[in-house]
DNA sequence: TTTAGTTTGTGCGACGGCCATACAAAACCC
DNA sequence: GGGTTTTGTATGGCCGTCGCACAAACTAAA
């Protein structure tokens, strides 16, 4: 007790704090944009020339910079640099169990996917411990193609449709697959041999997808709406993922939109998600049970009716977007944000609602008239949360480029 | 363009930023607890004691510690320490313009009230500008105190009823004064001799004085609801106020509650501000206009009335209660806090709704179940909002303590 | 009273980081 | 080809923290 710092105290600065920071900064500067040489970087971060050359000096030999022949600057008198770019020997592996199918990714530090695969899969009535070991064997065969090609593995994240503890990769609760209280990472650690895995909410791990190589890109504040069965959200704000108190913010498909609506699967009543998730959309466009089994998929038999004019599903969707319009000006009223990016199965289907939710938001939203609030349709297909998985551990070694080192080193060990 | 950082990456590290973040932590350190000696900071820290020793030193030197006395420990062996507090000589400037009173408040970094004003005045209709003329006589009262004791002041700000442009101090639409677009910052600053002052709106400032000195100390993650005649709210996210993207977030009063309620001033419809605003209660009570000038305080009239047992009032009272569960508990699934607190008129009308809005929130809040969601009343009366703009100047102090160089040479030289 | 043991605060040298400066290399321009 | 401009590197200086040593101040025990 006498030992703990008051509140949330920044702690204590060092020399390798500054030099830390300074290796991230000149990393993420790199990686921001085109290919750049060390002077240019000096005059953009505020390092001398001289520092900048240390640094990327160093960053080169963790292998997550290269030299890629002469800066493209013809014309100009002096000396050309050497342009610099991130490496693509650095990837990170992502990993997605979702209702009705399992996913990998193997993604570099430049945003090129190196490999993927997608396997339908239902998962609805599964017990966990098979679907992770179908989930394991994607991993493997990611792993495989990463060593053939001599790349390395910065790390491993899972996205998962539910409640997700961030901090300890813990499962607490998903609906939809009739999981609770999954310590998923933990357990697809130790199908891997170990190697150290996260996990995180699918739609948290969208809206990183977008901010990372999606319509949110240079976006920091937005909300991204990823609704599937159920609905949830992820908010970026000050150019992260903002995850609340105890990780279970955005739960947008909660918020009340029709107080003597619907109940919810939650206990309340009028949860947006009644409204507008994949299931509630079909219900009201009278899509039966059958309907659905026979498409496999409700997002494209809704899209391929609404296509051919069904006023009925044209009728549903449209008053979904009306629901989530009302949704979204109660969280653009609570965050301010620049943009609402509009993924999962609204992505489709946002032909017959973005109109709705625009609407909705110009009246609804307090600071319509200062600010407005783009309304973006994601341009992933089911592809956002594991793309945003990658992305996870993409944007760490950003950040804290120096951990790379460790990193590499625990997987060399492993491989060794 | 070609020199702008990508996102919102950080900005290069120094020695200096070392130094700076270190003395903020030393500072911080001992401000948030019992006074301490050198060698238990460090031990806290992490620092070394001769580290700890410079920056305590150089602290002193700017009048934000002193040393006092002996650390009470009787009875260990060993020489004792000398223990160290927070100055009590630094102090902030608190200004609030409400729609019937100014404030103002001098507060020092160790959260005691030095002085203290409030004078009741109507400025629903008054123009800016004499409004501003008496406000800022009531700090040149305050600067006289400070100079009188010795005081050191280290800024200025003011709390505004309405929505506030906080970097650059512009109030830009106060519904409830009938102001818009005021740069009442420069106004303010300009009326004092030119000395800085800082903005923005009482509820933010009420959120940062519940966290500085009220019932959310030591709570990183809340939201403070402030209902006067409109209904506002400010958010504490890890730690610090969030603002949004263009700082109009926390809008709780325009979330809608009611799809088919009553009209808004803000062109919607069925907002929470039409159930739970002062007025809104008042006029669901049949208290009438006659009434209201005779008590000249809406909500004591109120309080008076609900406590001999007035059912038409008790009922309103439960109404909004309902109402702000409901708002709330939208918020709080998007948010995810640890605690809510009610404030502004919400703090006396307390006992009649605070059981429905902890009913509300435990149906609605979709994590309720794993992290219970407080419900705190705010002991502050009507000074929530200028012990706020207090605050906000003493909070950066210890954010930032090398800066009070600065101020405190700008003060002097307008003194002399 | 003396002695040993413990804790505090400060002084000194070392290390590691960035900055300023100087300098060679590699272009462009005339 | 010489002058100019820009790039990348090497060197010495400055600054801040760390590790260590040491005097001061107190407790506990002989």
């Not at 209702?99 to 239902?122: I, P, S, T, W």
């Not at 060593?147 to 300890?168: K, Q, Y």
Request: proline share 3%; charged share 20%; aromatic share 4%.
């Amino acid at each position: 007790m006498s030992f703990e710092r008051a509140g949330n105290a920044p702690s204590r600065s060092d020399q390798t704090t500054v030099r830390r920071a300074n290796l991230g900064v000149v990393l993420q500067q790199i990686a921001g944009g085109e290919p750049r040489s060390r002077a240019r970087v000096a005059a953009e971060t505020g390092l001398t020339r001289g520092t900048v050359s240390s640094l990327v000096g160093e960053l080169i030999e963790l292998d997550l910079l290269r030299e890629t022949g002469e800066d493209q600057r013809s014309g100009r008198a002096g000396r050309p640099g050497l342009a610099l770019e991130v490496s693509d020997r650095v990837v990170a592996v992502g990993l997605e169990v979702n209702v009705d199918y399992l996913a990998v990714c193997v993604e570099d530090l430049a945003g090129n996917v190196r490999y993927q695969k997608h396997v339908h899969a239902d998962n609805r009535r599964s017990a966990f411990g098979p679907v992770l070991n179908r989930l394991a064997r994607l991993a493997r065969g990611a792993e495989k193609v990463i060593a053939a090609e001599g790349l390395i593995s910065a790390g491993i994240a899972v996205a998962l449709p539910g409640l997700v503890a961030a901090e300890s990769g813990r499962l607490l609760r998903a609906p939809n697959l009739g999981w609770s209280d999954i310590p998923v990472a933990d357990e697809v650690s130790s199908r891997l041999g170990g190697v150290p895995v996260r996990a995180d909410n699918e739609a948290n791990l969208a809206a990183l997808a977008e901010h990372w190589q999606g319509v949110a890109r240079g976006l920091d504040n937005f909300i991204c709406v990823f609704a599937e069965v159920g609905v949830g959200a992820g908010i970026f704000i000050g150019g992260d993922l903002f995850r609340g108190s105890h990780g279970f913010g955005a739960e947008l498909g909660h918020i009340t939109v029709a107080p003597g609506g619907l109940p919810c699967q939650c206990g309340a009543v009028g949860c947006l998600e009644t409204i507008v998730g994949q299931e509630a959309i079909a219900r009201r466009a009278g899509i039966c049970e059958d309907d659905k089994r026979r498409a496999r998929n409700v997002t494209r038999e809704l899209v391929r009716r609404a296509e051919q004019g069904d006023e009925a599903v044209i009728a549903s969707v449209a008053e979904a977007g009306h629901a989530l319009g009302i949704g979204l000006a109660s969280a653009v009223n609570l965050f301010d944000v620049d943009a609402v990016v509009l993924g999962g199965c609204l992505g489709p289907l946002a032909p017959w609602l973005v109109a709705d939710v625009r609407e909705a938001l110009g009246v609804r939203v307090l600071s319509a008239g200062w600010s407005g609030c783009e309304v973006l349709v994601s341009e992933f297909g089911e592809g956002a949360a594991v793309r945003g998985a990658a992305a996870l551990t993409l944007r760490s070694v950003l950040a804290e480029p120096w951990l790379v080192a460790e990193r590499s080193i625990s997987v060399r060990e492993r491989v060794s």
